[in-house]
């Protein structure tokens, strides 16, 4: 029990780190980035008419206060920290007033829901097919392999743009933009529900298209190298049913790096939604992040990157902790 304290105690220093470093870089990118948020501003406020110089200098730094963009750039880090810590990244530039978790807390169902969904989904699949694959290597499989191996090199832009000419120009049965249906108020309902669900089809299609060959390559491999192992090869001299070997030595022995990188896709979810969600006009973080960054809201970027790095860092940390209660071969010294 203690050496699992101290292998516990060691993996929540490495979580502490990388997200301290990642922050930090966050908060060094947004920093020296050519456009300043707060200049962005007093020039849209200002363009509508002419302006005393001295309210726009008021102006000015009123907001770099409010944005905690004012001061020495060491002042401004310790700034940022505390706001990270409190969980207050200030207001949205792009939708002042209203603060940025906020903004963020309304678009992270959206990804959250569509993204752990779909990620599931193409583990499944191009794990189940993997492990066929790897194991009884039928033409059919084989087949099945050539598809899903030629979809993995595309970009998921073409794969989304492809949906939306198929199911939205050529044959028009599904929605191609939004979350949901305009006109419905949100709430857990058998029209919104279905609403959600209908519009949320292409989005999650692409990605499963996209994240399928990933998995199917990486466990067909697994089974590959383990139908090798002795132990594999004793079972089937001993006349053990192919399907008992299957699942029992060769599927299940392969799923524990699986599972591990499971882990990391939950909680890099952020990261596949940039693209998907701009091509479906989807709302979630993915196109926050990307109209926060064409309108320079700094807090707003800043917001959804810290929470991107909490997130993949806590499922690092996470599937540290887990990993050696289901292998017991992973040492704790």
């Known amino acids: 029990m203690n050496g699992f304290l101290i292998y516990a105690a060691k993996r929540f220093l490495q979580f502490l780190f990388v997200v301290f470093t990642g922050i930090t870089l966050a908060f060094l990118i947004a920093h020296f980035s050519p456009v300043d948020p707060i ?13 005393d110089p001295q309210a726009v200098e008021i102006l000015r730094e009123s907001l770099r206060e409010l944005y905690g963009t004012g001061g020495p750039l060491l002042e401004q880090y310790f700034t940022f920290w505390g706001r990270v810590l409190t969980g207050d990244f200030g207001p949205s530039l792009s939708s002042f007033p209203t603060p940025v978790m906020t903004v963020i807390g309304r678009a992270l169902p959206w990804t959250v829901g569509l993204l752990t969904l779909a990620t599931i989904i193409s583990w499944i699949i191009g794990n189940f097919l993997g492990a066929l694959a790897g194991y009884f290597r039928s033409k059919l499989l084989k087949v099945a392999g050539i598809v899903i191996m030629a979809l993995q090199p595309i970009p998921t832009y073409i794969i989304g743009l492809s949906l939306v000419i198929l199911f939205g120009f050529i044959w028009p049965i599904l929605p191609i933009s939004d979350g949901a249906q305009v006109n419905l108020a949100p709430g857990f309902n058998w029209a919104f529900i279905s609403s959600v669900v209908e519009h949320g089809i292409l989005p999650a299609l692409t990605l499963v298209l996209v994240g399928i060959g990933g998995w199917f390559i990486s466990m067909r491999s697994l089974v590959s190298n383990i139908v090798t ?3 594999v090869v004793y079972a089937e001299l001993g006349g053990v049913r192919s399907r008992s ?15 591990t990188g499971l882990a990391l896709s939950l ?26 960054i064409y309108s320079g809201d700094y807090s707003l970027v800043l917001g959804v990157t810290t929470i991107a790095i909490i997130a993949v860092a806590a499922a690092v940390f996470v599937i540290d902790i887990i990993y050696p209660l289901i292998d017991p071969r992973v040492k704790l010294g």
Do not use: W
């Not at 200049?39 to 302006?51: D, I, K, M, P, Y």
């Open 229 to 231: 192992d002795d132990h």
């Open 267 to 292: 909680g890099n979810v952020f990261g596949g939604a940039v693209i998907v969600e701009f091509v479906f006009n989807y709302p979630g973080i993915g196109k926050l992040l990307i109209s926060g």
């Open 245 to 259: 070997i299957f699942s029992q030595y060769v599927a299940r022995n392969a799923m524990l790096p699986q599972v």
């Open 39 to 51: 200049e962005q501003t007093v020039s849209l406020l200002t363009s509508f008419g002419s302006t």
